[in-house]
C-alpha cells in the first residue's frame, strides 16, 4: 500500500489524476493509516482532497473512529479531527 500511495501522491500533486485514480489513493491512505496512524503524509493528502471535494467529511470522522481503535494516542489523528471538526 505504501509504494502504492507514493505512485498515487506524484500524479495528487501534479493534478493530473482521474476518478478511479484518486479511488485508489483514498483505499491506499486509509490501508496506510489503519496500520501507521502517524503516517503525517497520509492525513495531508486527505486534508487535500476533503478541499477539493473529493472526501466528505463525515466520511472522515467514521475514518477517524476506526483508526482511534487501533490507535488510540495517535496525534497525528487527534490533529487531523480537529482540521475536519473546525473547517
Known amino acids: 500500500a ?3 500511495f507514493k505512485a498515487l ?5 501534479a493534478d493530473a489524476m ?11 491512505t486509509r490501508a496506510v ?7 503525517y503524509t497520509c492525513w495531508n493528502v486527505r486534508k487535500r482532497m476533503v478541499l477539493m471535494g473529493r ?3 463525515a466520511g ?3 475514518l477517524l473512529d476506526l483508526v482511534f481503535t487501533k ?5 497525528e489523528a487527534w490533529s487531523h479531527r480537529r482540521w475536519v471538526v473546525r473547517t
Do not use: C, M, T, Y
Open 33 to 39: 493509516l489503519l496500520v501507521n496512524a502517524d503516517h
Open 60 to 62: 472522515e470522522l467514521r
Open 55 to 57: 472526501l466528505d467529511r
Open 18 to 28: 482521474d476518478d478511479k485514480a484518486f479511488a485508489e489513493l483514498i483505499a491506499a
Open 2 to 4: 505504501v509504494k502504492q
Open 71 to 75: 490507535h488510540p494516542k495517535s496525534g
Open 9 to 13: 501522491k506524484k500524479l495528487l500533486l
